[in-house]
């Protein structure tokens, strides 16, 4: 197979595939990937693990995402970049714009990330990134082989997973409500508040919680002797 037919242009990189890059000899805009050929330019976002120094200015930052870890160097000549990172917490989440380059150490090549613009971002920033690099990620590697990317999609499965949203509790069982209302009995019946008390603890909005002990009243589960008093059936 020719595999440099199958080098689709991309604009974005994780730190995986950044890491192995090189230079597309005859073209000094743009490098290469095992898996694409992409802008010399990009947009990166991930997290701040480190920030190394010289002297009393940072100069560049170990940043990771769900695939691996990346070096990102920020420009000398701006001056601005030195007073921004050094306001970054450690870890924080951090978007980078800059220019990927590819360097010999005399035994492979080298990428890093050469900033011009960095700024934090929010956890939806980055998440908002992760899903739409890996789906750009995910389209350029359906042109290979599958044993050729297995170990790069096993990264991308685990980068969609750490972006979306954790999931909503499971609501409880009618069973669960029951037993929940039988343990905030004061005497012989709870009083409602403290029960909606006890939902919330357990995940539910209030609403959530009214709404399911209407419902358990209607199917004669439980009822209300007073307004404010529970009892089970």
């Given at each position: 197979m020719n595999a440099s037919?199958?080098?689709t242009?991309?604009?974005?990189l994780f730190a995986w595939e950044m890491s192995?890059?090189?230079p597309v000899h005859g073209d000094s805009g743009r490098c290469r990937t095992p898996f694409g050929i992409f802008a010399k330019e990009t947009a990166y976002i991930g997290t701040v693990i480190e920030t190394v120094t010289a002297g009393d200015k940072i100069v560049a930052l170990r940043m990771s995402d769900p695939t691996?870890?990346?070096?990102?160097h920020l420009d000398p000549r701006n001056s601005g970049l030195y007073e921004t990172a050094a306001e970054l917490d450690v870890p924080s989440f951090v978007y980078v714009f800059g220019t990927i380059q590819t360097r010999n150490s005399g035994v492979s090549d080298t990428a890093v990330l050469s900033a011009v613009v960095i700024k934090a971002v929010s956890r939806d920033a980055r998440n908002s990134w992760i899903l739409s690099t890996a789906k750009d990620t995910a389209e350029r590697l359906a042109r290979f082989p599958k044993t050729e990317t297995a170990e790069f999609r096993s990264l991308l499965q685990n980068a969609v997973s750490a972006a979306k949203p954790a999931e909503k509790k499971q609501a409880m069982t009618d069973e669960e409500v029951l037993s929940l209302i039988e343990s905030c009995y004061e005497g012989k019946s709870a009083p409602r508040e403290k029960v909606l008390d006890a939902l919330k603890e357990r995940g539910l909005t209030r609403q959530q919680a009214a709404d399911i002990i209407a419902r358990l009243m209607e199917e004669g589960e439980c009822y209300a002797p007073k307004p404010d008093i529970i009892k089970i059936a």
């Open positions: 037919a199958n080098l242009p991309a604009s974005q192995r890059a090189s691996g870890i990346c070096t990102v």
